[in-house]
Every structure is written in C-alpha cells, then in structure tokens.
C-alpha cells in the first residue's frame, strides 16, 4: 500500500492526498517523513521500494503511474501546458505568498516588517490575477477545459488566497473556478476543509 509521511496541515501533503482522493488510491498516513527527505521535509510517499518527494513530483508521479491521462496529458503539447502551470505554483506563486502568509496567518515574528507585507499581499494579488486571466482564456480549469493534476495545486494555492485575512480584489473567473472545485470531494476534503 502506499505510505505518505506528512501531516495534514501542510499545503504540500494536501496536493497529495487530494491526488490519492481523485485516483481512489488507498494509503497509510504518518507525520514524520524522518530520513526519507534529504532535508526532512514532507510530503514523502514511499511505494514498494521507491522513495519520493517534491510534492509536485509526487502529483505527476500518481497520475503517470495510474494511467490517467485526463489528469496527465500524453499529448506532450497539453502535457506542457498542464506541467507549467505546476510549475509557477512551486515558483512565482508560492513565493509571493510567503512574507505575508507567515505574517498574517503563521503569526512568525520574523516577518513582521509593514512594508515587506504589503509587498507580498500585493505581489500574491498580482499572481492571482494571473490565475483568473488564464481561467478567462480556458473557461474552465487552469490548462484546459477539463479538470487536470495542475488544478490540484493551482486550486489549494487558490484556497489559501481566499482564506488568507487581506484584501480580496474582485476577480470573477477564479469566483466561478473556486465553485467548480467544490464540486470535487478531494478540494471540500482537503481544500475548503483543510485549513488555509
């Protein structure tokens, strides 16, 4: 059986769980990934003999290893597609987050410079307004018209905007797109009822 070492609290194992969730992939959860992470951080997941980790890795790892093309393109074009929007949500995205994440919400007292937060609040604004120019261009998911591995951790950073205490600008397409995730029992499990 699979193994995810991770607590539930972390935005990273959540993309993995919510993936297990999609695949109806059974798994055995513990906290601590220990030594199984060069730097032991989480998510790990361990199946048979293989040890992996980077949460987005783990994402693209399931959905390869099941066989779903619908959540992995094989197409490489729409494989593209899909991996670069993983790839600005472990990048741009999530650092534009951090100051103001750890600030406002983590409470760190070392990030408690005024101006770095509103650096940051704005800079996570500016990247979710990307977000809503792109479901504008698709009408629907973050790469295509259908639900794909990239609306996992697109849709969980998504979350965290929504549930962050700043200012929310008005953007309708990621409105309609938080909605069509609550569709989906894997985001109300570990999205909407995940913590932020």
């Not at 408690?112 to 979710?128: F, G, L, R, T, Y």
């Not at 261009?137 to 639900?147: L, S």
Request: charged letters at 20%.
């Amino acid at each position: 059986m699979l193994k995810i070492y991770g607590h539930v609290t972390s935005i990273n194992v959540r993309k993995v769980l919510w993936m297990c969730e999609e695949l109806g992939e059974p798994f055995e959860r513990t906290d601590k990934a220990g030594d199984r992470h060069p730097v032991g951080l989480v998510p790990v997941i361990e199946e048979g003999s293989s040890v992996i980790w980077e949460s987005n890795v783990i994402v693209r790892y399931l959905a390869t290893s099941r066989g779903r093309a619908d959540l992995a393109p094989n197409d490489p074009v729409a494989r593209a597609h899909v991996e670069q929007w993983m790839d600005f949500q472990a990048s741009d995205f999530n650092n534009s987050w951090r100051v103001a994440f750890q600030a406002l919400v983590r409470r760190n007292p070392a990030f408690q410079d005024k101006a770095a937060i509103d650096a940051s609040v704005a800079q996570w604004n500016h990247m979710v307004g990307i977000v809503d120019r792109q479901l504008a261009q698709t009408g629907a998911f973050i790469a295509a018209g259908q639900f794909t591995m990239a609306d996992i951790v697109i849709g969980l950073s998504i979350h965290r905007w929504r549930a962050a205490p700043i200012a929310h600008p008005d953007f309708p397409h990621v409105a309609r797109y938080y909605a069509r995730l609550l569709t989906r029992p894997g985001f109300v499990r570990y999205g909407r009822d995940g913590g932020p």
